[in-house]
């Protein structure tokens, strides 16, 4: 494992990050709506949501790319009205297009130190640039110009580029989406290593579950611009606030059925959820198993429950067939009303 | 830059296109070749008929080019004795002797300060300009971009009278200021459509990330922007500087003295005697240099600045 080479926070300024009722509207669709988020000083805070649910514009008005239409963001105690995003102190990771193609890597790495901002002396930037490379892998590669590498390694390279800076937040905007699965998951842990010893704060927008899970101290699930639910992973996944937040998180993902189902709903109970793992088999009412999907550490049986799709996980090695038919029963089932929102 | 789909041509359709081009170069490089040719004819040779193809080549054009001489008697030039250097002897075999320096240099001279000038003054504004109209929320950005654009419709020659006048009020008249702005006048509007074009192409998630990794707006467009856009720029700029290189009529039309520039200085060289086509000949020879070695040194950004845009990636 490599070790990030220094404490990276050299400020002990609180970089605590507050949105206070921001709201964002490009022409009448609503980007953000009255959203409230207290991001704690060295926290992992994951965005989750759909495409269009306000992620990417979230890390915008933290960046100061775009600006509220109404409300306020406070980083580290002040308010960020009127600043640009050179005044805040923010580093960004793109999805996309993040290098400069006329530059070669290196000078890629070191753009950022070498702002007006910053003016870092060269040799400390070399110090960095060498660090950084080293941890992303790409020491071979930092004379080439930023064009001649892989989409992988445009991507870490950008990676680096906000690591070599000193900032309050780190917003990253599905930085390991491009990437293979290896890599993706070498850089996984090496990130959570960096923020672990660093105690930075960053922001994080991604799709992957294994992600959010995985490195997120803190899970906000936006709706539609709404900000929906904001916890811990667990909080998230074991107690979801609502249908919509609860399919954010598992995979398989949860199974929603019809209450009147299984007897024992409550009464407002429009509909039953119920994670893979939380169908106990061996007990209760027949399911007809429809598909077996062998995945080596776990098998994954499709079920026909009352003319219901369900999906539960099992044994890797059971001997369940297709067109058997097995008992099953709900625990730790969670209720929602007719509008979604969890009632029990 | 993308890559193509097309199957390989045949070996007939490579010999059908490189003879087409072939075909297209003689046409288009004969006439330069001719006027270079009679830039090194003598004026007997220049006017031949049937035209001649070999001759012995002289470099009489370019003394009568460069100096003006007068005619003088036979004593005179006897008692004048031997010519001291090569030019004198060349202009005394015809009874001539040198009276001085032409003012060919002074009007080439014009010609790149005011081709030059309008060109940077045109890339500069053209520039921003573009980028304002790529990057900023500008009202009534449409009707803005057609009305410059409109300014391209009509033949800048139609106005030639009311800016003679505005010109003459204004003291304009046969300066080199005067023309810079007439030239960049009429270059604005192509160097802003050209321009904004390129920076249009230029995602401008580059410039957030500048943004972002601590500059200013103004840094980004110059660090980030700039470097990006210098193909369109190189290519902007050939275009710019080709029109207010080889414009005449406004320059027969407003300068005469002090800012006439080339064009219309080099069909006045008369000769002793008649038209003295091969010091013409050698005017515009020269006068093909600066262009010519202004698009040498950028032709690798004027090939992907014709092309750029044109392919979807």
Known sequence: MLSFPKPMRECSAVAEVILRNVTKTFGSHAALDDVSMTIPDGSFVVLLGPTGAGKTTTLRMVSGLDTPDSGEIFIGGMSMQGLTPAQRNVAMVFQQYSLYPHLSVRQNLEFPLKSPLLKTPQKAIDEKVNAIAEILQISHKLDNKATALSGGEMQRVSIGRALVRNPQIYLMDEPLSSLDAKLRADLRVELKNIQAKSGATLLYVTHDQIEAMTMATHIGVLEEGRLVQFGSPREVYEAPVSVYAATRLGQPRINVLPARLFAGSPDRAQSIGLRPENIVQGAGEDALVTRVEHLGDQTRLHLSFKQHALVTVTDPHTGFRGGETIKIQPSKPLFFDAAGMRIA | MSSYSVTEPSARQKWFAGTLVVLYAVITILPLLWIIGTGFKSPSDAIAYPPKTFFEPTLEGYVNLFTTRTRVTEEQLKEMGEPKTWYERLVRKDGLIIAGPSRFPERFYNSVIIGFGSTVLC?????????????????????????????????????AIPIFLMFRSLGLNDTHAGMILLYTAVNLSLSVWLLKGFIDEIPIEYEEAALIDGYTRFQAFYKVVLPQAATGIASTAIFCLIFAWNEYAFAVLLTSGTAQTAPPFIPTIIGVGGQDWPAVAAGATLFLVPVMVFTILLRKHLLRGITFGAVRK
Request: aromatic residues 14%; glycine residues 2%; hydrophobic residues 60%.
């Open chain 2, 123 to 159: 890339i500069v504004l053209g520039t921003a300009a573009a980028y304002a109209f790529s990057r900023f929320k500008v009202p009534l950005k449409d009707d803005l971009l057609f009305f410059i654009l409109s300014t391209r419709m009509m033949p800048p020659i139609a106005v």
